[in-house]
């Protein structure tokens, strides 16, 4: 049984068919039995928006992400305090709380950003 969080940019990848998307990754959303994609997702797409830095590809995945076939994955609160815990190894906060979802939530984290790719080999707190 394969559960992936998509991280933000494999989203909008994932909803444009961006020819940057791994293949491999494809295969394993197709394949999954659940793909979820966070609600910090969707609030750093909107402030990007808000600020004029997101083209129509990213609008659409704001406004549609009900509409496709992922899970929404809402932050909760036991999601913002495993932040706490993790190891200062990445500075972009919406990316530390994808990656603390993923680990609290034991879920395969897709994204092409190698500095998180640390986090899981890094020991999960107790």
């Known amino acids: 049984m394969m559960r992936l969080l998509l991280d933000t940019h494999i989203y909008l990848w994932s909803v444009s068919n961006d020819p ?3 293949k491999k990754f494809r295969r394993d959303i197709e394949d999954a039995t ?3 994609v966070s609600t910090a997702s969707i609030w750093e797409l909107s402030i990007k928006s808000a600020r004029g830095r997101l083209d129509p590809n990213g ?3 704001i406004d549609e992400l009900e509409q496709k076939p992922f899970i929404v994955l809402p932050v909760q609160f ?3 305090r495993a932040v706490r ?9 919406f990316d530390r709380l994808l ?3 993923a680990r609290t939530e034991v879920l395969r984290f897709l994204t092409v950003d190698s500095e ?3 986090y899981f080999d890094a020991a999960v707190p107790a």
């Open 99 to 101: 990656v603390a979802q």
């Open 116 to 118: 998180l790719s640390e």
């Open 20 to 22: 940057k998307m791994p």
């Open 59 to 61: 609008e659409r995945a």
């Open 85 to 93: 815990d993790m190891p200062d190894l990445h500075r972009d906060p």
């Open 78 to 80: 036991k999601h913002a």
């Open 34 to 36: 659940h793909v979820y």
